[in-house]
């Protein structure tokens, strides 16, 4: 089941969303503002946003560029705001599509069935990227890592503990290893 996570401050408009998705199957997540967004797509990890740019607590652009610090999950702009410039930005932040209030429904589930589509076609094939040691493996895709304190995990990963490759923290993932 592909699972939305809609960004929306009018109660009206997300039951209606819910209504249309959950009719056609999509599991349906609703955030009333910026931070519940950004809380929920770290913990239920949707397979599509749908965010309005004007949000109670913070703008839903700082929203697409916090969601792209760590997820390339498609992105479906639903705004009031009109003008080609701001079409532009949110494209240009990370959004994938745009659509204009007031919308059609049709459309929109059109656009997030593409959005969809799209994100099958790039999707890893099962089981890449993985790390693998002779200790253990961390399967990204089937999420799937041990519990282990960080001290463990650097010992089993670093070829020289005394030279640790830089660990990049990012939010909803923790760790992430370069170099």
């Known amino acids: 089941m592909t699972r939305v996570l809609v960004v929306e401050d009018d109660p009206r ?3 209606a969303l819910a209504i249309t998705m959950q009719a056609r199957r999509y599991g349906v997540d609703a955030a009333p503002d910026g931070t519940t967004a950004l809380r929920l797509a770290a913990a239920r990890q949707p397979d599509v946003v749908m965010l309005d740019l004007g949000l109670p607590d913070t703008d839903g652009l700082d ?3 916090a969601l792209r ?8 702009v639903l705004s009031a705001r009109r003008a080609s410039a701001e079409k532009a930005v949110a494209l240009d932040e990370g959004a994938d599509d745009y659509v204009t209030k007031p919308f059609s429904m049709g459309e929109l589930m059109a656009r ?3 959005a969809v589509r799209r994100t099958e076609v790039t999707s890893p094939a099962p089981g ?5 040691t002779a200790g ?4 990204l895709p089937a999420k799937r890592v041990p519990r282990v304190h960080m001290a463990q995990l650097r010992r089993r990963l670093e070829a020289d503990p005394a030279h640790p490759r830089h660990r990049i923290t990012e939010p909803g993932t923790g760790y992430r290893f370069e170099g």
Do not use: K, Q
Request: glycine letters at 4%; proline letters at 12%.
């Open 13 to 15: 408009l997300v039951r």
């Open 63 to 65: 929203v697409i560029r």
């Open 69 to 76: 610090g760590w997820s390339p999950m498609p992105i479906l």
């Open 112 to 114: 997030l069935r593409a």
């Open 128 to 132: 890449t990227p993985r790390v693998e």
């Open 136 to 139: 253990f493996t961390i399967d």
